[in-house]
């Protein structure tokens, strides 16, 4: 089963497009279901999307990186069911949908679900509203965030003449894939189902702004009951009702009609003009129903005082009863999951080359990007038998931090091997992009191997090990150092657990000489180097505690991670190896002569 996910800000024209997508997909025999998404309940969406596809499930109460649990279950049903197409529609004031949604699913159900890049739905009038000033700091925040993690952004509305803002999208994004198309008229479609992008990472966000700025909106779902002594317009009325708002700081207000059905009009902007869906035939009639939907800049007390002013004066002579009324700010989005890198794209290798290039996971872990640093790597050298002129490989060496320490302390040629390797040519140094499961050298050319915090991640470990055996020397030797686990992890450190980082695939340290004898490759020696984790642990908790004081006095800027949310995991990093559940090891083998 398919999943296309739809994120993007309120108002974009998400729902007018996921109609589109359902009548289009159904009309090539698709059996399409939608999932509709709010942080309250009463939806103008749910409604308009029941038009267009028979199986319409909707998620309230929170977005779906909070409520994962529902939308998951959701899912499975609409599977059950037999869609074959499943059109998700997040929430207009979410972000950071890779690393909460779309990974969780990857990882928790690999193969259930295809998982169609992420479309971002952007108005662009609202772009130009953006660099116009018109958004609060925090907010732009948000939006920005919404564009940044998108593997394809959607401009809408291209039927009624939008702004150029492709070079603003460009500045937030340089290399998303932008679609214009009008999902009124279909036009674009296809261009944008055709599109096939490089996935785009997990996001670097500030959940504290992020929460900012879910508050910054007031939220009213409501149901209105309109009586009149006389037969009114009940469009008309509607119409009425969006203009006596049009002076609010709108980000979006929905109505469609219940009783009688098949009236809609959309408020998206400041001082814009509501876009209607009309009958063929004006409905007149002494009662109706509305849904309303209203997310507004303002408090919500006043949102419901405005929303009643507006309607009393639209309404004319006929009678208002509200029946259902909520009005509230979002809370601080706590999400169910949240992976540290994308999985699902079926590149895990490069997806681990990915992890380790972030900007978080480099301020933490600096250049050496494992526990001891260099002072370890020095250690396992010494094990290695090193002669002048020796071949020395590096596997997944990243930058070539440690084999540059090797070959600073030891007169021998290094190869440095890594997925996400930027070529170099030095002096006794060469670093190419290759895979440990696919050495592009002969065999039996290195006198020594090492491998440092990566066999952990790699997709088939022993595949890497034939690989090393293959390329090293008889009696040539390889260190290999990781992480080691020796008890459950614990639950709040699971989304840790994929493959990319040094958990995915970790082992005791009898796992790992299994691994190794399995390979071909004598362990001549092991050590538990878990003081160095430790260490690490420290190292991470000074960075946290100076960017913390460094955000109290305003000086930290845009930090390239949540302090927040990296106390909290530290915490629990902390825990974890004080009971010995997760460690760190190094293992000395050699290849028989």
Not at 155 to 167: C, G, K, Q
Not at 532 to 539: K, S, V, Y
Request: charged share 25%; hydrophobic share 45%; aromatic share 6%.
């Amino acid at each position: 089963m398919k999943l296309q996910l739809l994120g993007g800000f309120l108002g974009a024209g998400k729902t007018t497009l996921a109609r589109a997508l359902a009548r289009r997909l159904t009309g090539q025999g698709e059996r399409v279901a939608i999932i509709t998404n709010d942080q309250g309940k009463s939806l103008v969406d749910t409604v308009l999307c029941r038009q267009d596809a028979s199986d319409v499930r909707e998620i309230v109460g929170g977005c779906f990186c909070c409520k994962y649990d529902e939308l998951e279950a959701a899912l499975e049903a609409a599977a059950d069911a037999h869609a074959t197409v499943v059109i998700a529609e997040a929430v207009g004031s979410c972000t950071d949908l890779v690393a909460t949604v779309l990974s969780p699913l990857a990882d928790r159900h690999p193969g259930r679900f295809v998982l169609a890049p992420l479309a971002v739905v952007v108005d662009p009038w609202r772009v130009a509203e953006m660099n116009g000033g018109g958004f609060s700091e925090e907010v732009a925040y948000l939006f920005r965030k919404q564009i940044e993690e998108a593997d394809v952004v959607v401009l809408s509305r291209r039927d009624l003449d939008p702004p150029y803002v492709v070079p603003a999208i460009r500045a937030m994004r340089a290399d998303v894939p932008i679609v214009s198309l009008s999902a009124k008229t279909g036009d674009g479609l296809g261009e944008w189902l055709a599109v096939t992008p490089h996935p785009a990472p997990p996001l670097t966000i500030d959940y504290d702004r992020y929460a900012a700025a879910e508050a910054e909106l007031g939220w009213n779902n409501a149901r209105v009951r309109l009586t009149g002594r006389e037969p009114f317009d009940v469009g008309a009325a509607i119409e009425q009702f969006l203009a006596e708002l049009r002076d609010t700081p709108v980000a979006h207000v929905k109505v469609t009609s219940l009783e009688p059905p098949g009236f809609t009009a959309t408020l998206v902007r400041r001082g814009g003009d509501a876009v209607a869906t009309t009958p063929p035939t004006p409905m007149r009639c002494r009662e109706s129903r509305w849904l309303v939907n209203a997310r507004v800049a303002l408090e919500p007390d006043q949102l419901s005082l405005r929303l009643r002013d507006a309607l009393s004066r639209a309404a004319g002579d006929a009678t208002v009863e509200w029946e259902e009324m909520e009005s509230f700010r979002p809370g601080r989005p706590e999400p169910t999951h949240r992976y540290a890198f994308r999985c699902g794209t079926g590149d895990d290798a490069s997806c681990c080359a990915a992890f380790y290039d972030r900007p978080d996971v480099r301020y933490f872990l600096g250049d050496s990007l494992h526990p001891g640093g260099v002072d370890l790597t020095l250690r396992a050298a010494e094990q290695l038998s090193l002669a002048p002129g020796d071949r020395v490989l590096d596997v997944a060496c990243g930058r070539g931090t440690s084999l540059r320490a090797v070959l600073d302390a030891h007169p021998v040629q290094g190869l440095g091997l890594d997925v996400g390797a930027t070529p170099v040519v030095e002096e006794r140094l060469t670093i190419l992009r290759g895979d440990a499961h696919a050495v592009p050298t002969v065999d039996d050319s290195f006198a020594a191997v090492m491998c440092e915090c990566a066999l952990s991640t790699f997709a088939d470990q022993a595949r890497a090990l034939s690989e090393i055996h293959r390329v090293l020397r008889p009696g040539g030797r390889v260190a290999v150092s990781d992480m080691i686990v020796a008890g459950p992890i614990p639950e709040s450190l699971r989304d840790w657990v994929h493959a990319g980082t040094c958990l995915s695939g970790a082992q005791t340290l009898e796992g790992y000489a299994s691994l190794l004898t399995d390979a071909g490759l004598r362990v001549r020696e092991q050590w538990d180097a878990s003081d160095a984790l430790q260490e690490l642990l420290r190292q991470i908790k000074r960075k946290l505690v100076g960017a913390a004081l460094a955000s109290a006095v305003g000086g930290a800027g845009d930090a390239p991670f949540d302090v927040r949310a990296g106390r909290d995991l530290l915490r629990e990093a902390e825990r974890a190896v004080a009971s010995g559940a997760i460690g760190y090891g190094v293992l000395i083998a050699e290849k028989e002569v």
